[in-house]
């Protein structure tokens, strides 16, 4: 085998001899690799061996289309193809493979860049042919593209306490984009009346415990920290946690998650199924969507105006609702954890729909559903920054976010409306006023 010192001789003499017949030497698609080409938009080859008179090269598509080409440099000055091609020759080749290692370049330079910014950018450099820009696409270009930027990080770590001992020995990995802080075990909040994420925390189980450490955490990273009502799904264990670390909180649920609760209750019970015979029985669970809305007072006594209503107006919608009353009746009003913090009445937030508009942004940042872990936090590096952002233009007076939509606005209006005539005609007639509620407000869900 030839040693790498008189390899090294060789490929230094080859440059010699290219420059002196007009070979062109251009960068290979690994590191320290190359490949050569009269410019004339024949075919390219990879350089193969040296003897002490001659160099012999193969083509550049000897392993991919088992190419038998060849061809031969004499140290004098003659190049020239000894062997046939089973292939046309490329005139795009070379602008394909400048354009390739540009883009691997802006890939290990721009961290916090998507790849498909990247790819959009150098697809409009009029210097590369149309076919080229054409060829060189997001799905061609993704695996190096993952690759060259991944090479810059550790080891995977393969748990999360592995994951501790990486970003404690590499701060890097989680430096902010401008380089000015640092995001791991950081809390960075905004008093200003705006939805701004402050963390993302990643746990191996959803258990009680689990969360309790989580907030313990928290109370640690934000010694001040005293949140006067928190809303998250139903998530028990979650909730729990969180009345245990903030005791004086006022604990709430999400309407958009019980009412996705209800449905699939519904569903799991083969009660939709009969919604096309009989459409009222969707409209009755659209109610119980809403009994929430409510005092909670009043909660039992809905329910009870919903069963003698689905009797009176047809014994069969009575008889095939009659699991899914029973599951609201002992898995939600009959609990009591659940009966307090389902409680939305007069509420003027009743969703995390926030919290789950920015996990679709970390989604969509991601562009992965199981990410490599750098990948990760190179996305919540860009949240980051931009939530950052937003909070120094509105801290100056801007408004950084989008409105609310006019629906949401006009539904709020609505639910008010519909709350003041509750509260007037509440002891007139009480059922029939509870039953208006729940048929008028179960239009908006």
Known sequence: MRSPFVLLIVLNLLTVVCDAVRLFTEKGLRDNTFFYHNGDGGHAYHFNLGTHTSIYFKCVQYEKLKCPGRAILRLEGGFRHSQAHNHLPDPDLVGERHFRANVLDQVRNARHVSFQDIIDQARRDRRYSRTVRRRMNLRRLRTPMYRARMASFPPVPLTLRELTQVLLGHPRVSQTVDGAENMYAGIYGSALIQVIPIAWILME????????????????????????????????????????????????????????????????????????????????????????????????????????????????SAFILRGFFTYVERKWLGNQYRRTWMNFYRCMIRTNNSCESHNRMLRKAVGAYRPNIYAFIEAIARLEHNAHLDYVHMRDGGDARSTRRWQSVLADRYINALTRDLEDDLFYDRDETIWNFLDRASSLV
């Open 205 to 316: 189980n959803k258990t009680r415990e689990g969360y309790r450490a989580v907030f313990a955490l928290l109370k640690h990273l934000c010694p001040n920290l005293n949140p006067q009502r928190i809303i998250t799904d139903w998530e028990l264990a979650q909730q729990q946690a969180w009345q245990e670390a903030f005791p004086n909180a006022t604990l709430q649920g999400c309407l958009w998650h019980l009412c996705r609760a209800f449905i699939k209750k519904a569903n799991k019970l083969r009660v939709l199924r009969f919604r096309r015979h009989f459409p009222q029985v969707l409209n009755f669970i659209r109610m119980a969507c809403v009994i929430c809305l409510l005092p909670e007072e009043l909660f039992d006594e809905a329910l009870d105006v919903l069963r003698a209503r689905a009797r009176g107006i047809d014994f069969i």
